[in-house]
């Protein structure tokens, strides 16, 4: 994606409950071998509650992001 300032950023997705913000910065490091800059972050999660025959299952989602332009 084309930055305001003209660079070229990436928006990087790392969702599921079982992985935190540091997948993130994990993809950013194989996509910016030479470092990079967070340019935004965010995290989101969410709870739910399904029902089937007759029971109740709770789970729980989570949305992960970062923005990044890497450094050259």
Known sequence: MMM???QQGFAIKCPGAARD??????????????GYDVVNQA????????AS?????GATGANRSIMVICKV
């Open 4 to 6: 305001p300032s003209g």
């Open 43 to 50: 995290s989101e999660s969410k709870a739910f509650v399904t």
């Open 53 to 57: 025959n007759g029971n109740l299952f």
């Open 21 to 34: 913000i540091t997948d993130c910065y994990e993809k950013a490091a194989a996509v910016c071998p030479k």
